[in-house]
């Protein structure tokens, strides 16, 4: 209990403390007189660096910052929590204090080596080998892939050098779909306690058996198969991550004669480009489950062929010249209108109109997925020479800003084909960016403001055993998460490069 000190010029800041034994202590006011509780709401609202730099101070604040529910906090609040082996209710103090600092010395462990980083051979089935077919989930450990007959299946990585795996949907009969020019692609659910995430698959399908005219019209030979699942770990009897689980939200058909790429989706919310005509179209993915597509579609005529949604209400197209922002939301129009009318809801005023702040010669194909800070949505897409970033206000009510921010990166690429922007084989993620050149990778952080607004980028270079001639810069596909990188040249070239572990 507190014993009352004299009040005197010097006795005003400190308090007498006296213990069930009637032991007297002195302790000065201040943190360290606040209550456990709240002082361990004050360290759980630290970064992981200023925890360490706390424990420091005393051996008060030292006992008090091992606290349990500080570091799982840390850990269920940030992408760690796609590093978890287990249930969090099996986790120690200590096992959740070592998954922080085993980020925070892999971040410093990478700045300040120059080994050459580890490199594993990665077989893969020749289906299921080619761009687009294949992606390597957050936190390194899940590689997804698709086959030629829409089969979808993971491997999990976390013993690199013996990868297990299992199914996350069926194939489809081979005479009826190809996956040709067909693509998987992802949308993390922040919400969720683990790792989950949307997934969606997309393959041509024809019918050449006997037609289905609730699936195809007569004048319809061929359609785009579109499926979304919803994937999450799951645990074995002892509370271990041993696979992933799947379900499937929604199949539904596209008209074939459209054309379907350059897709994105948000919430409940796909947007994809058409050929004929060429415009953006919009459709919620979960009403549109189980019919073809033959309803009037909410559609942005434009003439660029590149958009991404940053939100269920914000979409982002550009072309060479601009970036134009929609706010969808404002024009308050159906998905979907039953019966049809005959005539698409059509939209091409812009929100916003963006002029480039340099010269763009590319497409701008590399791109993050949109980055949410307090007030806004960031977007950067990867140029020869830097990053350019996209700022847009979450309302909309202010103009959204582009500005180029410098790699800082020494690498010369020299040796790359013409035709072919060296941004484009920079892999871009929300946490961070990758990039591979002359036998080398650079790593990109982000130095980011306190309300998560991205302001600068520091990057490093690493060299990587690589023994394989077939690697060719210009054809080269990258796509790395968390500490790893996936690298592929052609159908026979697979790798994992771990930008934690260095050769032998």
């Known amino acids: ?85 287990k249930r969090f209710e099996l986790y120690t103090a200590q096992e959740l204090e070592d998954l922080v600092r085993h980020k925070l010395r892999r971040d410093a462990h990478w700045a300040s080596n120059s080994k050459p980083l580890a490199v594993y051979n990665f077989g893969m089935d020749e289906e299921s080998s080619f761009a687009g077919f294949h992606i390597l989930v957050p936190g390194g450990r899940w590689f997804i892939t698709m086959d030629l007959h829409g089969g979808i299946y993971y491997e999990d990585l976390l013993d690199v050098d013996d990868p297990c795996g299992g199914s996350i949907a069926e194939g489809i009969d081979p005479d009826t779909f190809e996956a040709l020019g067909a693509f998987l692609c992802m949308e993390m659910l922040e919400s969720t306690e683990y790792l989950a995430f949307h997934l969606l698959s997309v393959g041509r399908r024809t019918w050449e058996l006997e037609k289905d005219e609730h699936l195809f019209p007569s004048e319809c030979d061929a359609a785009h198969h ?25 199949s539904f058909f596209e008209d074939g004669n459209l054309g379907f790429y ?72 159906p998905f979907f209108m039953d019966p049809p009318t005959g005539k698409d809801i059509e939209f091409d005023k812009p929100t916003w109109s963006l002029k480039y702040p340099c010269p763009i010669n590319f497409k ?29 206000p979450k309302s909309l009510s202010d103009e959204p800003s582009l500005v180029v921010l410098p790699t800082q990166s020494d690498i010369v690429h020299s040796d790359l084909h013409p035709a072919k922007d060296p ?82």
């Open 1 to 85: 209990m507190n014993v009352d000190a004299k009040k005197s010029n010097n006795y005003d800041q400190i308090s007498l403390t006296q213990d069930e034994y009637g032991r007297v202590g002195v302790m000065e006011a201040g943190i360290e007189s606040l209550s456990p509780e709240l002082l361990n709401d004050i360290l759980s609202r630290l970064e992981p660096e200023d925890i360490l730099r706390v424990q420091q101070v005393s051996r008060h604040l030292n006992n008090a910052s091992h606290a349990r529910s500080i570091w799982l906090a840390l850990v269920k609040g940030s992408q760690m929590r796609y590093l978890v082996e």
């Open 226 to 250: 579109i499926q979304m699942f919803y994937v999450s770990v799951e645990f074995d009897d002892y509370g271990t991550i041993s696979g992933l689980k799947s379900e499937r939200l929604s």
């Open 262 to 333: 350059n897709v994105s989706f948000c919430g409940n919310v796909l947007a994809y480009h058409s050929i004929n005509p060429t415009c953006c179209i919009l459709i919620d993915w979960k009403e549109a489950n189980g019919r073809l597509l033959e309803h009037t579609r909410r559609r942005l005529r434009t003439n660029t062929k590149m958009s991404t949604l940053l939100s269920e209400t914000i979409l982002c197209a550009w072309t060479q010249q601009e970036i134009l922002v929609y706010d969808l939301a404002s024009m308050d129009l």
């Open 364 to 392: 701008l194909e590399r791109r993050t997925p949109p980055i949410l800070t307090d007030n806004s949505i960031l977007l950067l897409f990867s140029l020869s020479d830097g990053i350019l970033k996209l700022t847009v």
């Open 423 to 504: 941004g484009c084989r920079r892999q871009l993620q929300p946490d961070g960016g990758a990039e591979y050149c002359n036998k080398q990778i650079i790593a990109y952080r982000y130095n980011k403001a306190e309300d998560g607004t991205i302001m600068s980028i520091s990057s490093s270079t690493r060299p990587i055993s690589f023994r394989d001639a077939n690697i060719r810069n210009a054809a080269l596909h990258l796509d790395g998460y968390s500490g790893r990188i996936f690298l592929s040249s052609d159908a026979d070239s697979h790798y994992i490069v771990d930008l934690e572990e260095c050769s032998e």
